[in-house]
């Protein structure tokens, strides 16, 4: 099959025998959910979800009386501050992340808080009280820190069926037993394992990293239906950041916060417009945006986590309007970026609660460094050193959420990661002495630096900040 990109024509090998597996595509590490947390929100919700669609597959739905849902570790910390609670029930209730009208959300729970009553997969009505969602919070079940047990009962009390799954990060889940690579295996024409194989198959075929990437997408999916699914993602991505320059008032969960985002664009549309770090302070209002809202709730893209969502978008807003980008370039941009999501993905975790914030953040700061490089038309070479770059300055961050919320520290290290990844990206591209520490060297600092940190900097809101601010 022969199809082109940016005026070159690649063939596309359609039929033999390929060399490998690769389990991560663009469409898993960008997804449309809702705030506030990915791995909090949207992966309980996806797992109950999966439950309850398991009891109707099996004949068990209606034969059941009672659910109880067991939250353990990280998502029994910050549960509640985390909107774990929302999710497990819109999940128990047949609604998906994508789909669910975020409109529609408060009425719902409040009218489950109201009658004591859930319908489960929008068909069965049993009875459900607080005591039903219980947080376990001195125990971590042994396959993640962000485990969860469902339990369905029958009229006599008799268990029908009992299930665990982990929520591993950026809406990923896994059941008990599964590996954590839980995106379907596919064999694609380039394979690739590290940054290194990366590179090495850019110079064996002369393909920039991003048709690369985009040639593995097309061993299951067209271009059509990529082109389309990156319009949809950036789509998504514009309108949660023009509602959040557009929203004023008081975000959600008792800490008082005021949204600032709206005013700071409106401040900015009156400033100076010859100011040098114009550009800057934009990037810091379109994180800024997209992550009120998502603290808010709203609908947001994970990219890779919901944590860290405002990074990617913003800097996707920077290319477009500073530096007058094209259709074209959003594409390399995003082709770019989950190419080193990919390798952050496979080999190590984007995960806050297994290896804190520069899991996230950090991800998401490398993942757009790389992109806009790409966007720019720059050289594999940049773009693996723009990936490191950014995440070797991320390095040790911890995941720390004050009062259990995703917004003081998140929001502005969101702004940060955005200014953090033009910077990377724009040292990358003038280097001409190259670089000493290789992007896979970083990838695995970060992950062992991850699992050495200690578990109470790891979103469990037991350390940093989140000590510090409530005892202050």
């Known amino acids: 099959m022969l199809f082109q990109l940016d005026g070159v024509a690649l063939l596309l090998l359609t039929g033999g025998s390929y060399s490998k597996l690769m389990h991560t595509s663009l469409f898993d590490l960008f997804k449309i959910g809702i705030g506030p947390s990915s791995s909090h929100t949207v992966g309980p919700m996806r797992a109950a979800h999966r439950f309850v669609e398991r009891l109707s597959r099996y004949d068990l739905l209606e034969k059941t009386h009672e659910v109880r849902i067991e939250l353990f570790g990280s998502l029994a910390l910050t549960g509640p501050g985390h909107g774990t609670d929302r999710g497990v029930l819109l999940g128990l209730m047949g609604k998906q992340p994508d789909e669910v009208d975020t409109a529609e959300i408060q009425g719902l729970i409040e009218g489950i808080r109201k009658s004591g009553l859930l319908t489960l997969l929008g068909r069965h009505v049993v009875a459900f009280e607080p005591g039903n969602l219980a947080y376990i919070k001195d125990t971590v079940l042994p396959g993640h820190s962000n485990g969860m047990r469902f339990t369905a009962f029958g009229p006599d009390g008799r268990t029908l069926d009992i299930r665990v799954y982990y929520s591993i990060g950026g809406g990923f889940i896994t059941e008990d037993g599964e590996p954590h690579s839980v995106s379907a295996d596919r064999f694609v024409l380039y394979p690739f394992g590290s940054a290194d194989e990366l590179l090495r198959i850019g110079k064996d075929t002369?393909?920039?990293?991003?048709?690369?990437?985009l040639t593995n997408e097309l061993t299951w999916r067209p271009i059509e239906r990529i082109r389309d699914g990156v319009r949809t993602i950036w789509k998504a991505m514009q309108d949660c950041t023009t509602r959040g320059l557009e929203t004023r008032g008081e975000l959600p969960g008792g800490l008082e916060l005021q949204r600032r985002a709206a005013d700071m664009a409106q401040n900015l549309e009156k400033a100076n417009a010859c100011d040098p770090l114009g550009a800057m302070d934009w990037l810091n209002v379109w994180a800024i945006a997209v992550n009120e809202e998502n603290a808010a709730g709203g609908r947001v893209v994970t990219a890779p986590t919901n944590g860290a969502a405002g990074i990617i978008?913003?800097?996707?807003?920077?290319?477009?309007?500073?530096?007058k980008g094209n259709d074209e370039g959003i594409l390399r941009y995003f082709l770019g970026a989950a190419a080193i999501g990919v390798l952050y993905k496979e080999n190590a975790s984007i995960s806050g609660a297994e290896v804190g914030c520069q899991g996230e953040v950090g991800v998401a700061c490398s993942m757009a460094a790389a992109g806009l490089v790409s966007a720019l038309d720059g050289t594999n070479e940049q773009l693996e050193h723009a990936a490191e770059i950014a995440m070797e300055h991320n390095l040790g961050m911890t995941c720390d959420p004050v009062g259990g919320l995703v917004q003081i520290p998140c929001i502005e290290r969101n702004a940060f990661g955005a200014v953090k990844a033009v910077n990377a990206a724009r040292m990358a591209m003038k280097e001409t002495t190259g670089h000493k520490v290789s992007l896979d060297q970083v990838i695995r600092t970060m992950?062992?630096?991850?699992?050495?940190?200690?578990?109470?900097?790891?979103?469990?809101a037991l350390g940093g900040l989140a000590l510090n601010v409530i005892e202050c």
């Open 206 to 213: 002369s393909l920039p990293i991003h048709l690369i990437m």
């Open 447 to 460: 992950y062992q630096t991850g699992l050495d940190m200690q578990t109470r900097y790891k979103e469990t």
């Open 313 to 323: 978008p913003a800097v996707a807003h920077y290319y477009r309007r500073f530096l």
